[in-house]
């Protein structure tokens, strides 16, 4: 069983950075695929960036080009680099692990950590 956990969140005005990290327990981490999603008060949780057990990147349209979606294997942990926050970015951001379990894949979720951007 996987197990996530968060840090990095905080209060940041528009224009800031704040990395995200999410450290990741087991040894399958770099079979797993990673991704961040969030989630704004009243809102439903959506992705954020993900990136595969390869390396390729994805990243939500509202997102290109201000964030980041990065792995090291070898600490088993996954960052969101967050460039250019937006009072629009304020969210829980939770990092997701899908990893291979038996004939399919099992999704882990950490306990999220709060993002608050000020004007």
């Known amino acids: 069983q996987v197990q996530l956990v968060e840090s990095g969140g905080g209060l940041v005005q528009a224009g800031g950075s704040l990395r995200l990290s999410c450290a990741a327990s087991g040894s399958i981490f770099s079979s797993s695929d990673m991704a961040w999603y969030r989630q704004a008060p009243g809102k439903r949780r959506e992705l954020v960036a993900a990136?595969?057990?390869?390396?390729?990147?994805n990243a939500a349209d509202s997102v290109k080009g201000r964030f980041t979606i990065s792995r090291d294997n070898a600490k088993s942990t996954v960052y969101l680099q967050m460039n250019g926050l937006k009072t629009e970015d304020t969210a829980v951001y939770y990092c997701?692990?899908?990893?291979?379990w038996g004939l399919g894949a099992m999704d882990a979720w950490g306990q999220g950590t709060r993002v608050t951007v000020s004007s």
């Open positions: 997701n692990a899908r990893y291979p």
């Open positions: 990136i595969t057990s390869g390396g390729s990147t």
